[in-house]
């Protein structure tokens, strides 16, 4: 009887907390908006570059009043940031992403909460993550290669010489916040980003840890 209150249990905590169906909550976009002049409503991720058009749902309504306010110009760009979700063809039981932008053809964006809309196009350089980072936490050395894709992987190397790869998906959740989600195990890090040192540092308490920013 306990083991079957037990099961029960994590089932309860697993749709709660999305692990079960891999549906993201509060997931962080920043990029470009703009409306042509056939009404499509277009947005470009600052960090993949890919374009995906707009949902109609969600908060949509909102972000066209907002962009009319913002820009007298038909088809002119405004930077925004939001928290969404691409619908569409996305698999959340599948090996993780949470929005895969690689395979965004058939996608689009739905906006579900407006954080900013300003004029001008353009992105935040300061806040591009992708690169490669090291870390030397005392335990060896770690490789950490963040993907413009939204896709990571990490090589660790022992103090012996072993290797070992982690491979996984990554996402914000702020706009200075990183989330890497593990493939095989699905652990989350997460990550502070530190624009100043061009540095990653861990914030999930799970212990100390600094990637440093070697490359773009």
Same mark, same amino acid.
């Not at 940031?81 to 996305?90: H, I, N, P, W």
């Not at 949470?98 to 964006?109: L, R």
């Given at each position: 009887?306990?083991?079957?209150?037990?099961?029960?249990?994590l089932l309860i905590v697993l749709s709660c907390t999305g692990r079960a169906g891999r549906n993201p909550e509060r997931v962080f976009f920043s990029g470009t908006f703009t409306v042509d002049e056939s009404g499509n409503a277009l947005f470009t991720d600052c960090i993949s570059h890919v374009e995906l058009l707009v949902d109609t749902g969600g908060r949509y309504e909102e972000l066209r009043r907002e962009y009319d306010l913002t820009t007298a110009v038909v088809g002119? &760009?405004?930077?925004?940031?939001?928290?969404?979700?691409? *619908?569409?063809?996305?698999?959340?039981?599948?090996?993780?992403?949470?929005?895969?932008?690689?395979?965004?053809?058939? &996608?689009?964006?739905?906006?579900?909460?407006?954080?900013?809309?300003?004029?001008?196009?353009?992105?935040? *350089?300061?806040?591009?993550?992708p690169g490669l980072y090291r870390s030397d936490s005392g335990r060896g050395l770690k490789v950490l290669k963040l993907y413009p894709r939204y896709t990571y992987g990490i090589e660790e190397i022992g103090p012996a010489g072993e290797t070992t790869l982690s491979v996984g998906r990554w996402y914000r959740t702020a706009l200075l916040t990183v989330v890497l989600e593990d493939k095989d195990t699905g652990i989350l890090s997460v990550f502070q980003i530190v624009p100043e040192s061009e540095s990653l540092t861990r914030s999930d308490g799970r212990g100390p840890e600094v990637y440093t920013k070697e490359w773009l």
């Open positions: 009887m306990h083991r079957i209150y037990a099961i029960a249990a002119m &760009q405004v930077r925004i940031e939001f928290y969404g979700a691409v *619908t569409g063809e996305v698999d959340y039981t599948a090996d993780a992403p949470y929005y895969d932008m690689a395979a965004a053809a058939a &996608q689009q964006v739905r906006v579900d909460s407006l954080v900013n809309i300003e004029p001008g196009a353009g992105c935040l *350089t300061d806040f591009m993550v």
